[in-house]
């Protein structure tokens, strides 16, 4: 791909901004020192698709960098995967609304991440070639497991969307005034020109720079924070107590999620969502092997643990030093941009100008980032999964499979931009807890379940796997989220904001109900194939790939 038609595309997609943002300038004072750095950083991540699509000849590089990259390189990546608008919008906003609640996202999050260390990341790397899908069928059935995990993985694709979409429009409507449709139509634009030219290399590669890039902005920010109270977090909570409509009910538990159940649900789908969540999975592959992997977990937590402890003091920062000032008001006394704009705001006022332009173009960099990311697992899910081994039955081209995925990626931009329009009044990080909440009951329990339990059969996983992503699905349009927010309905039919609770439960038993009760020939192979698997998993024999049964 020729690097002026790259920035052709760049430019094309910028030019709109800028043009608006000129053109709301009577409203909105424009921050130059923001908008270069945009530019900017558009500039430079284009440059770098350029580079990787240069080197992005193979379905193996276009999917996993070819497994080039390191465990270091990998763990910083994946924390770039974590560190999305989800995190660092999303976390920090509920924070500045609900205060010691807005952290059970945040450690629900980051406790996932033992589930993945001890139990997947090496087996799934040594058996697996591009997607975890590879794994989930490596003893059962190709056509009908990877046909589950395909529509798994789209869903919780499509949910995860929704909030980057919306913290990106957001962002850019706030920084440049202009109107928050065509701030979606812009950052599906880009998204899809990452995916697009650079693949897995070119996303891997923005991931990580923008990953220091945020980690660095978070600790000033927070540093800034707490130079204001002194250094000292005592006084930083009880001067938000002070200033809060809420007032010593942040510093409690209980005004986020308020009943049991809900808790119970959210808490199951953060711990056990990250483990079906097909971007972080899908970059395990890209490392060499299980050794890489396991140090990829490793870092990535560290990473991840310590700007979560970042966005705690941001989020309280925020209170103390954004509700509290008029400018970021406006006229009916709501923040400028929604409370998902509270980490932004508190950069103009520990930074100043030049310091809200870096972090403005960070943010916008790491929605970018995991969007490409999301729009690459979605696109390999279709393209690798359904077309070359549910349609094609393993036979397909290599060439034919890369062109579908490309096809896919424009599709789901398009998909994209629509589901960010639609959802534009939702909290971010909570879209995210419902993504968690359908990984949790659909990828999870097959994936899990096919690495560790000798009885598994195919039927099993189908007909679990299909319950808890149908169950999971159903209960979050029947509930407050979509029934009445977005649907308009006076009252919701299931009363619970997360299904994980009931789906997690309907798949499991679904699953090992229907695995032990099946008697059939087929399932004794199925069952007699696990110590071929378990072998090949704990050796590395099966990183070749699955074979079709």
Known sequence: ????????????????????????????????????????????????????????????????????????????????????????????????????????????????????????????????????????????????????????????????????????????????????????????????????????LATTWVQIIKAALLLFGATFMALMVLREVDFDIATLFSEAIKVHPKGEAIMSPGGLVQDPVSAISLGLALMFGVAGLPHILMRFFTVRDAKEARKSVFYATGFIGYFYILTFIIGFGAILLVSTNPAFKDASGGLIGGNNMAAVHLADAVGGSVFLGFISAVAFATILAVVAGLTL???????????????????????????ITRITTLILGVLAIGLGISFEKQNVAFMVGLAFSIAASCNFPVLILSMYWPRLTTRGAMVGGWLGLVTAVSLMVLGPTVWVTVLGHGEAIYPYEYPALFSMLVAFVGIWLFSITDKSAAAGEERARFRAQFVRSQTGLGASGATAH
């Open 1 to 200: 791909m020729n690097v002026r038609i790259l920035l052709a595309i760049g430019l094309s997609a910028v030019a709109p901004a800028l043009w608006a943002a000129d053109g709301a300038a009577g409203r909105q004072p424009l921050n130059l020192p923001a908008i270069l750095m945009f530019v900017a950083f558009v500039g430079f991540t284009l440059c770098i698709t350029w580079w990787a699509s240069k080197r992005s000849k193979s379905r193996a590089d276009f999917y996993t960098a070819g497994g080039s990259i390191t465990g270091f390189q990998n763990g910083l990546a994946i924390a770039g995967d974590y560190m999305s608008a989800a995190s660092f919008l999303g976390i920090s906003a509920l924070v500045f609304t609900s205060g010691y609640d807005g952290l059970i996202y945040a450690i629900g999050w980051l406790v996932g991440w033992p589930v993945i260390l001890f139990l997947i990341a090496e087996r799934l790397r040594n058996l697996g070639k591009y997607t975890f899908a590879d794994v989930a069928s490596y003893r059962l059935r190709q056509r009908p497991i990877r046909t589950l995990s395909a529509s798994g993985s789209l869903v919780v694709v499509a949910l995860y969307l929704i909030a980057q979409m919306v913290g990106a429009g957001k962002l850019i409507e706030l920084l440049f005034g202009l109107n928050y449709h065509v701030a979606v139509v812009l950052v599906g634009v880009l998204m899809v020109c990452y995916v697009l030219f650079g693949g897995m």
């Open 377 to 403: 697992a979605g696109a390999s899910a279709v393209s690798h999964d359904l077309y070359a081994n549910v349609i094609k039955e393993g036979q397909a081209k290599e060439k034919d499979e890369l062109r």
